[in-house]
């Protein structure tokens, strides 16, 4: 895989490609870059008929370990991969451990390996099992294992430890990959870790150094999930400031979690350069439709209508094992709907328009608020895969806006037009 670097704006946001991947080598993708989140080799709500009908652009699929793990042998078995077993072999695809979309349980710490939470309960994988999986998905470019369970409230102990872990599971999985046929030419990822402690994290890239990766990922903010959502960009900016002044500039970084459009913008103005879409999954999860400006072109159409106020983040129950809403190990989490709208709300009973005026989406070329919320209010299957074929929509338009922005340096005026739509909904 081949990094390029072909801008730097005045913020320091880069706008580059991804090229030269062994299975699809004549793939480029632009970066800032949006990664397609999927569970089980599959985009949530959506089968393949349905994403071609999203999107027919080049995409990367993030297909994280804990929703494959169960079904790697059988992979292995069918000998060609996850992309073909899966029926998606004209996509590349991403391996990272944990599934960003879902909160991660804190405090289950092993000397020498970590957990995942699979449907079948808690499994323990070391690099060595790890690695083994890996060689039966190959995927054309996988994060190595990390000890990202750390938080703002994370004690000095424990940030040690995983930093620790990272660069000790890091370099073995390092060794194992260029001993193996399968994997010896497939791009790695390294961890960066130190939960929100500068020193940690510029110690985790020095010890890093010595392995030839591909990129890095910036880890051990949130425990994934809704806790991505309610990140305090005050708090990350110090850290990533510094943090990302001490990695390469020809390598990509790589922010995973659900975070909030305007932290998003925030993220690409520092120098991140890939994402995930969990954050349009977990809004249809909750039956809301993305309504936020997510262009500054003229010829879409503005938001004109007043929508409902929202003043605070709201709790709502969360599966403490897999993110899940409504599930008997729930949680309460604050989850903030100030982009969205809640098509279970009432309000939109008898509303006509469609989820968004202009947006050119299946959904809102063929159905109305009113339609979408019955189907929401009376849990019909149809209802998330509307609104799952929407937020994505909206939210790759979004990363087209941004790198357009970036290359006319307009990235602070969608960032102010962000701004000024959170406030009026915060009125």
């Known amino acids: 895989m081949k990094f390029t670097v072909s ?21 480029v993708l632009e970066t800032p870059l949006l990664l397609l989140h999927t569970r089980g080799a599959s985009v949530p709500h959506l089968s393949y008929d349905l994403l071609q009908m999203v999107s027919t652009e080049s995409h990367i699929l993030q297909m994280p370990l804990v929703t494959l793990v169960e079904h790697t042998k059988n992979v292995k078995t069918f000998g060609k991969g996850i992309a073909e077993f899966a029926g998606l072999k004209e996509y590349l695809n991403y391996v990272p451990v944990q599934d960003s979309g879902t909160t991660t349980p804190e405090g289950y ?26 060689e039966a998905l190959k995927p054309d470019m996988f994060q190595a294992i990390v000890d990202g369970d750390t938080t703002s409230n994370s004690s000095m102990k424990r940030v040690k430890r995983s930093v620790d872990d990272t660069v000790k599971f890091a370099g073995i999985c390092a060794n194992l990959k260029e001993k193996s046929e399968a994997l010896k030419d497939t791009p790695m990822l390294a961890c960066i870790t130190g939960g929100y402690n500068i020193k940690e994290r510029l110690r985790c890239i020095t010890e890093l150094k010595g392995l030839n990766v591909a990129g890095y990922v910036l880890e051990g903010f949130h425990t994934n999930g809704e806790s991505a959502t309610n990140l305090i960009w005050e708090d990350l900016e110090p850290v990533l400031t510094e943090t990302l002044e001490s990695l ?27 994402f995930d879409a969990t954050f349009p999954w977990l809004v249809a999860e909750r039956a809301g439709a993305l309504v936020f400006p997510n ?13 409902p106020s929202v003043k605070f983040p709201i709790q709502i129950k969360l599966g403490e094992k897999d993110g899940s809403l409504e599930n008997e190990n729930s949680k309460d989490e604050l989850v903030d709907r100030v982009f969205e709208i809640n098509l279970k709300d009432k309000l939109y009973f008898n509303d006509t328009r469609p ?5 050119s989406c299946y959904c809102c070329r063929k159905y109305s608020r009113s339609y979408v919320h019955h189907l929401s209010a009376t849990s019909e299957l149809q209802g998330p895969i509307l609104l799952m074929m929407h937020n994505l929509h909206h939210y ?11 290359r006319q340096d307009q990235l602070q005026d969608l960032h ?4 000024q739509f959170v406030t009026s909904r915060r009125s």
């Not at 790589?254 to 975070?259: A, E, K, L, N, S």
């Not at 262009?295 to 929508?307: F, H, V």
């Not at 989820?355 to 947006?359: A, D, M, Q, R, Y």
């Open 248 to 274: 390469p500039d020809n390598r990509p970084r790589t922010f995973h979690g659900p975070v909030t459009p305007i932290v998003l913008l925030k993220l690409v103005s520092i120098g991140i350069d890939i």
């Open 396 to 406: 790759i338009n979004f990363f087209r806006s941004i790198r357009l922005a970036i």
């Open 355 to 359: 989820l968004v005026e202009g947006c």
């Open 295 to 307: 262009s500054l072109l003229k010829g879409n159409a503005p938001i004109t209508e007043t929508l």
């Open 7 to 27: 801008s730097v704006a005045k913020s320091t946001a880069r706008l580059g490609s991804l090229s030269e991947f062994t299975r699809i080598p004549d793939a």
């Open 416 to 419: 102010s037009t962000l701004e």
């Open 109 to 134: 710490h092993e000397k020498n390996s970590i957990s995942l939470w699979t449907r079948g309960g808690r499994k323990l994988i070391d690099p060595q099992t790890y690695i083994t999986c890996i």
